[in-house]
């Protein structure tokens, strides 16, 4: 069995751009598992090899890797940064013991690197906060810094390197607590050298802050510091590593990972600082019938096997890829586990370590690997699996709420199915993306992140499947009403030569409160219909109410009594009476003030403080109505009822008036009477398509 003591697993997390594909490529190419420094932007990275990845020159999804440094196991998740696929960043950090937080040394920290940071967070991951991109024009590590300690308040980001240079002439650091400095050759070998003399009152300051940051940690050491004792070396070290396992800091380093220049140094800090899985600790969980009872497994090789399930990649030729993190226990090839979540038992052949795009058969992996087996049935992203003798559920990420829909439909006429059968697997793969089927427009939707997440869903169907997709703006879905009562006569005769057509009935018709649907009463006394016409009645009112009478829409919450009618013995039927309710019903209608109303949506939007006034001023301006604020942290959140036909295209306008810092969430609340410039919109707009038919 390994020693799980020399286990690093860990995500790269922050924005779009800041570098995390380029680092993790430059630990692959300094610890010799690649023999060149691969790029997404000449088409070389191990880590972004969809080709929708390599459009965008941006991760669009979490790529795995591992590589050895000092008698260590490193394993990595290359998470993505864009706002519209930070799901999978969440989901994966559930797989990890700790993360690598990079800042852009030129854009400082942006927000999804504050939304990472809160995942994290979440999770109490410890964290190493990486100033990367040194080396570009107009680098500045301190001001990069500054944006760190302004974003993130907990853990306490310090430095325990300072830069030597900066952009062109940005070379190498200097390790503030061995007080060493080294300078970086083309390979990314590190060389000891005397510490700069223009640095020695910068090194000696900030030498002071991490002792007196390290030491606040600590009770003992916080005495000795205050009394101005010498504090040894070691116990520094110690202390400093107990300090980030319990996240109260961050160390932060500088680097720049195209010209390997720092990366050694986190190498070190990385097996020296951050946890291996026993170090992490023991994992909670819960039995599949009971949430509110506790299950414990300590990530020992020996212990029952217990895994989660980080991500599922379906390949149209190869199938089903599922890549889950070992907990606990031990697995090899050839074997089964049970699906705690579902109840199923699954059986596996080959098991795969991950190496971007590619797999590597292994025949063993323990606590903290990250591995993959193919082509299971009933197993998905989020579920737990585990040795039947011994089940748990692990706590999983819950997936985000889509932001966005558009009605899709297939280019080429007749590929309907393909389209559908397409984008359901893609369904299984990205847990954020859904299609559902509006039953009263009859369309199909799909919902997602974002309009890149969409698109590059699209893309993604086109490559693998061969079909095409149109997208739309969905259609709201209105209903009609009424708001006062009629009384009518429906009668329909037709005599045609031989028998003919004979139905008569006399209804009343009167609204219902809003959301008390459809009520049908039979007052019919002396038979003056017979008993077996009567449900035909109603059926004609029914099918009459669920085509509209205005604009094509469903009729809802009215009541219709059915008091008086007449009938012929020979040419009623069943057919006739039904002809006969439609009729009458919608002669009622229009005599009953009819209208239209439109569905409301519950929205809750998170914004930051500064943002609030124009948040609410927009709200108002889509016909919202304010329900309430409450404060969330430096946030504030913002309920509101909010037409839904207002926020078709809000995802945009929210990004734009946050800067990309504020997010939402979004559910049907109720249908609501419309103002009279949609109600004649709506019944215009079904005229012509009247008209037409």
Avoid at 125 to 150: C, F, G, Q, T, W
Avoid at 260 to 271: H, K, M, R
Wanted: with cysteine; aromatic share 8%; glycine share 8%.
């Amino acid at each position: 069995m390994k020693d799980v003591s020399k286990q690093r697993t860990i995500a790269l997390i922050s924005h779009g751009g800041a570098g995390k594909t380029s680092l993790a490529e430059a630990f692959l190419f300094l610890t010799k598992v690649t023999s060149r420094l691969g790029s997404v932007n000449d088409n070389t990275s191990v880590l972004d090899f969809e080709p929708e990845e390599i459009k965008r020159k941006n991760s669009l999804g979490s790529s795995f890797h591992s590589f050895p440094w000092k008698r260590h196991q490193i394993t990595f998740v290359d998470t993505p940064g864009g706002e519209n696929f930070l799901n999978d960043t969440k989901t994966v950090l559930y797989g990890v013991d700790s993360a690598l937080v990079l800042v852009d040394a030129v854009d400082l920290v942006k927000v999804s690197t504050e939304k990472a940071w809160a995942y994290a967070d979440e999770l109490k991951l410890p964290r190493l906060v990486i100033i990367n991109k040194m080396d570009r024009e107009r680098a500045d590590y301190y001001k990069a810094l500054e944006s760190v300690l302004e974003s993130f308040s907990s853990p306490k980001a310090v430095p325990v390197a300072l830069p030597i240079g900066a952009e062109d002439s940005f070379n190498g650091l200097v390790d503030l607590l061995s007080q060493k400095a080294y300078l970086y050759d083309a390979s990314g070998k590190a060389s000891e050298v005397p510490v700069p003399a223009d640095l020695t009152e910068q090194v000696s300051s900030y030498r002071e802050k991490l002792i007196e940051a390290i030491s606040e940690s600590d009770d003992a050491l916080l005495e000795k510091f205050l009394e101005g004792e010498e504090i040894p070396q070691d116990q520094l070290e110690t202390t400093l590593k107990k300090a980030i396992f319990d996240g109260q800091l961050a160390p932060v380093t500088p680097a720049s990972a195209l010209k390997l220049i720092g990366l050694s140094n986190i190498l070190d800090l990385i097996v020296n600082y951050l946890p291996s899985p026993i170090e992490r600790g023991q994992i909670t969980g819960h039995p599949s019938e009971d949430e509110t009872k506790e299950l414990i497994r300590e990530p020992k090789p020996e212990d029952p096997f217990g895994g989660l399930v980080i991500k599922t990649v379906v390949d149209p030729f190869a199938g089903q890829l599922t890549i889950f993190r070992i907990n606990s226990g031990t697995l090899r090839p050839d074997g089964g586990f049970l699906n705690v979540n579902r109840g199923q038992k699954e059986r596996f052949g080959q098991l795969f370590a991950l190496e971007g795009k590619a797999q590597k058969a292994i025949e063993e992996a323990g606590p903290g690997d990250i591995v993959a087996v193919s082509k299971l049935k009933n197993t998905f992203t989020g579920d737990s699996v585990a040795d039947e003798t011994a089940p748990i559920v692990f706590w999983a990420s819950q997936p985000m709420e889509p932001v966005v829909s558009f009605a899709v439909e297939a280019k080429v006429k007749g590929d309907e199915e393909k389209v559908f059968a397409a984008i359901n697997k893609m369904t299984v793969e990205d847990v954020t993306l859904k299609l559902t089927r509006n039953a009263q427009t009859k369309e199909m939707i799909i919902s997602g992140m974002g309009q890149i997440h969409i698109d590059a869903t699209l893309e993604k169907i086109k490559r693998k499947y061969n079909v095409e997709v149109i997208l739309k703006s969905p259609k709201v879905a209105f209903k009609e009403t009424i708001k006062g009562k009629a009384k009518v006569q429906g009668k329909y005769k037709k005599q045609t030569g031989g028998k003919g057509q004979y139905g008569d009935a006399v209804i009343e018709l009167e609204p219902l409160p809003r959301g008390e649907g459809f009520i049908f009463e039979d007052k019919i006394v002396g038979g003056v219909i017979p008993r077996q016409y009567i449900p035909a009645v109603e059926k004609g009112i029914v099918e009459a109410m669920a085509g509209g009478v205005v604009s094509g829409n469903p009729v809802v919450d009215c009541k219709v009594a059915l008091v008086f009618g007449s009938y012929h013995d020979v040419d009623s039927s069943e057919m006739a009476f039904k002809i006969a309710g439609s009729m009458a019903f919608k002669k009622a209608f229009m005599e009953c003030q009819p209208t239209i109303l439109e569905p409301i949506m519950l929205l809750t939007v998170e914004t930051p403080d500064d943002c609030m006034g124009d948040i609410m001023g927009d709200i108002s301006s889509r016909r919202g109505k304010l329900l309430g604020t409450e404060s969330h942290g430096r946030k504030q959140v913002i309920s509101a009822h909010v037409p839904q036909m207002e926020l078709l295209s809000y995802s945009p306008s929210l990004t734009s008036m946050t800067g990309g810092r504020g997010s939402f969430t979004m559910e049907f609340a109720h249908y609501d009477e419309a103002p009279i410039q949609v109600k004649e919109k709506v019944i215009s707009d079904f005229k012509p398509q009247e008209e037409k038919e």
